[in-house]
């Protein structure tokens, strides 16, 4: 299932582990990009976690 999640995304699956940590550490990353760019910026989101 995960791999064709990161097949339609464009991304191949890795052949080891350690390309494996890599990846999970890369797409984790974007992630929290995401959270804080979209999540954390927005009063609305802010205003509903706080209330």
Do not use: H, K
Not at 12 to 18: L, N
Not at 25 to 48: H, I, K, Q, T
Request: with cysteine.
């Amino acid at each position: 299932m995960s791999a064709v999640l990161l097949s339609r995304a464009g991304i191949a699956w890795p052949p080891t582990w350690a390309d494996a940590l890599q990846l999970g550490e890369f797409l984790s990353y974007r992630v929290g990009v995401y959270l804080v760019l979209n999540v954390v910026e927005d009063p609305a989101w802010l205003a509903w976690a706080f209330c």
